[in-house]
């Protein structure tokens, strides 16, 4: 579990997921640079409970994005440097 915790980052925004308890919880967080130019940016998105599905997946459990997965991509020995959410890669920050 304590593989995939971390910051993950995407020219657009980043995700950040954290150990809550015996969970993981997943935030999602838009860089400011990019919401600056819309006149109504979204709302950022609330934070959700995630799930190991498999080794290699997690399953979000609530919210509008639920049964979404993130995907850890990598060798499962190895640090975990990427995931792919909503069909954009994140890479692994810090």
């Given amino acids: 579990m304590d593989r995939v915790v971390g910051r993950y980052e ?24 990019l919401r600056a130019f819309m006149e109504e940016p979204p709302p950022t998105p609330e934070p959700v409970e995630v799930a190991f599905a498999r080794p290699d997946r997690l ?16 060798d499962a020995a190895a640090p975990l440097e990427w995931v792919r959410f909503g069909s954009r890669l994140f890479r692994r920050a810090g």
């Avoid at 950040?16 to 640079?33: F, K, W």
């Avoid at 399953?59 to 990598?74: A, F, K, M, R, T």
């Fill in 10 to 33: 995407h020219p657009a925004n980043w995700l950040e997921i954290v150990r809550d308890g015996a969970g993981l919880v997943l935030h999602q967080h838009p860089h400011g640079s």
């Fill in 59 to 74: 399953v979000i459990l609530g919210g509008p994005l639920q049964d979404s997965q993130v995907e850890l991509l990598g």
